[in-house]
């Protein structure tokens, strides 16, 4: 049997058992009979659509022969792009990666490929079928390696998009591979790269990083913003006013967890008032709101974080108003009451029910990605923990140990996970048979956790 026959050879084994003319399985497959005689004769090859349509009426799953089809159709040098396109969309759709892989392998030698493959990945991108279009920025960025082009930073913008999923290590991995890339990007898009680094950086807590990006973020966008006209064929994501009052945000943050508080309230002032902001059109309008709503949120935040408890009533109020900042509030509450030793029980019966609903808030994200919202749930209940544990009120401390633990495992939380089991060793002694048993389960994972980790493993 020749390398072009192996599907043919089943298409003609199907029609043989049916009993089938060449005639009725063209006409049931919709296919022109002359173009199928052609294709039976090996005149002709096979089109993508052809054989989903023949796959169909054999009554198999469709994509049934695509590893043959790779092997039979596209070997020649430069297989034509015409096949290869509807290929990789309908292995894209189902999820057939591997047979991504190998058509890639294919075609990467042909630099000329690199454009057309880089073409489809966006249109991958844009349709969210993020694994199939992670695949070919990946190979079109290594074919590209050594070249100072804006497609191959392109690719390493969208593969850190992609990426940022619940493993912090692995997210600040693929954060440190894109920054080097940020300044080969069109302006424009290295503003929205910059947001979400800073962003990224933010949620893994690496306070000097988020500062660095921020001064960059907020060079960027004052000129573009006060200096230069806009190229009205290339704007950015959202209205370009953001991305400075972005700047100032993340500044603000890095300020209030450096405990600089003046200083944090000078930058939430900075984009609290937004009258320098020259445009007035509702997507505008709706931005201002936004960061005025944010602007008031911090001051609170920072203001606690500071001592002042006098705010704590006012802050309450505003916290149950706003649901989706309610588990981030609540954070910064119970951390600035293991900081400075004042009671919230009261609080904390107020707010039971949200603390219950965080693990369906986790799935849901919302504002904030879930990454965020995971990050802030493990601290949330380690200080809840440590709170309880001061009390000695050990049974609660550790249902909220154990939850806190258990969060940090699944995104990696390396930090999280070391003031865990840390906590864990030193209270040990305040637990009952039952929940010792749990812990030492957990503990177990972090050990085999670590077993397979690429990273140094957590000293416990």
Request: aromatic fraction near 12%; include cysteine; charged fraction near 25%.
């Amino acid at each position: 049997m020749t390398s072009t026959t192996t599907i043919l050879a089943k298409v003609s084994e199907y029609m043989k058992e049916k009993s089938l003319t060449l005639s009725q399985f063209a006409r049931d497959s919709d296919i022109n009979p002359g173009t199928f005689s052609s294709i039976l004769k090996g005149v002709r090859l096979l089109t993508v659509d052809q054989l989903d349509r023949i796959t169909e009426l054999m009554d198999l799953p469709k994509g049934h022969y695509y590893e043959a089809y790779i092997k039979e159709h596209l070997q020649e040098i430069n297989p034509d792009w015409r096949r290869v396109y509807p290929l990789l969309n309908s292995c894209a759709e189902l999820r057939k990666l591997d047979s991504i892989r190998k058509v890639v392998a294919l075609l990467l030698d042909n630099l000329l490929y690199a454009p057309l493959l880089f073409e489809l990945a966006e249109e991958l991108f844009a349709k969210r079928m993020h694994e199939a279009a992670e695949v070919l920025y990946e190979n079109v960025a290594l074919s590209e390696r050594r070249q100072h082009s804006e497609r191959l930073a392109l690719c390493h913008y969208r593969l850190f998009t992609i990426r940022q999923r619940t493993n912090h290590e692995l997210n600040y991995q693929s954060a440190i591979q894109f920054e080097p890339f940020v300044e080969r990007l069109d302006e424009m898009d290295q503003l929205d790269a910059l947001k979400d680094l800073a962003h990224s950086y933010r949620a893994l807590r690496h306070w000097d990083k988020v500062d660095k990006i921020a001064s960059m973020l907020e060079t960027k966008a004052s000129i573009l913003y006060f200096k230069r006209e806009i190229n009205p064929t290339k704007k950015p994501s959202r209205p370009l006013f953001t991305y400075l009052a972005s700047s100032y945000l993340f500044h603000g943050t890095v300020c209030e967890v450096r405990g600089e508080y003046d200083r944090a309230l000078y930058y939430i002032d900075l984009y609290a008032d937004l009258n320098w902001v020259k445009e007035t059109d509702n997507e505008v309008q709706y931005w201002k709101t936004l960061f005025s709503d944010w602007a008031r949120a911090n001051t609170f935040v920072t203001r606690l974080g500071s001592g002042d408890i006098s705010i704590l009533p006012e802050y309450v109020s505003y916290l149950e108003s706003q649901k989706a900042e309610i588990h981030v509030g609540m954070l910064n509450i119970v951390e600035a009451a293991n900081r400075f030793g004042f009671n919230i029980d009261a609080l904390l019966m107020r707010l039971d029910t949200d603390i219950k609903n965080i693990s369906d808030d986790i799935k849901a994200a919302g504002v904030y990605s879930s990454q965020f919202v995971s990050e802030r749930s493990a601290r949330l209940f380690h200080e809840l923990a440590v709170y309880y544990i001061n009390k000695s009120e050990y049974p609660i401390a550790f249902h909220y140990l154990e939850g806190s633990l258990t969060i940090s495992l699944n995104i990696n939380q390396k930090s999280c996970i070391i003031k865990c089991v840390g906590l864990y060793e030193i209270y040990r002694e305040h637990l009952d048979e039952k929940s010792l048993l749990k812990f030492q389960k957990l503990i177990k994972e972090v050990y085999e956790h670590e077993k397979k980790s690429y990273l140094h493993p957590v000293s416990v």
